[in-house]
């Protein structure tokens, strides 16, 4: 007689703190490892996406070396009455913030007193996370204040948007 025996295992519940990571082409590498009840079987790491994201299979850390998505998987086999297991997250990586000023008007500006004169200046930018910051540098700058020291833009996008700088004497 053939007779089958059928074992049981456990779920190891194997799986990330985190189901999704954003990271910036810039940025260092990073681990961020799985954790698992089967502390016998090592558990593997790899990447869906190797020009996006490369992994270390044993440690889980993660060296980012393109723009894109990628998914970064763990698995372990069974051990110690534990059932295979695997688990992942997605990691998308965003290229560098950008941003692109051009000036619409005419370069020379002269104001007096009581007559303002406005510059016209066409701005492009992406992937922004904070505002854009405003300085006056040069030879003299000390001389010179700023009302408001930065352009608040809160999509992370800005596309051809034509601002204008008042610029009035007092």
Do not use: R
Not at 22 to 38: G, V
Not at 76 to 82: E, K
């Amino acid at each position: 007689d053939n007779v089958n025996v059928y074992t049981a295992c456990n779920a190891s519940n194997l799986a990330f703190a985190n189901s999704s990571i954003t990271k910036m082409i810039s940025d260092a590498s990073f681990t961020q490892t799985a954790i698992s009840l089967n502390i016998t079987a090592p558990i593997v790491y790899s990447s869906s996406a190797t020009g996006v994201a490369t992994v270390n299979s044993s440690t889980g850390e993660v060296n980012v070396v393109g723009i894109g998505s990628t998914i970064i998987s763990a698995s372990q086999a069974s051990a110690n009455g534990y059932c295979p297991a695997s688990a992942s997250y997605s990691l998308t990586v965003t290229p560098l913030p950008t941003v692109t000023l051009t000036d619409i008007t005419d370069i020379t500006l002269n104001a007096i007193i009581n007559h303002s004169v406005t510059q016209t200046m066409n701005i492009n930018a992406v992937n922004l996370s904070t505002d854009l910051g405003l300085a006056i540098t040069g030879p003299n700058a000390d001389l010179f204040t700023l009302s408001q020291y930065t352009v608040t833009e809160t999509g992370g996008n800005v596309l051809n948007t034509a601002i204008t700088i008042t610029y009035s004497p007092i």
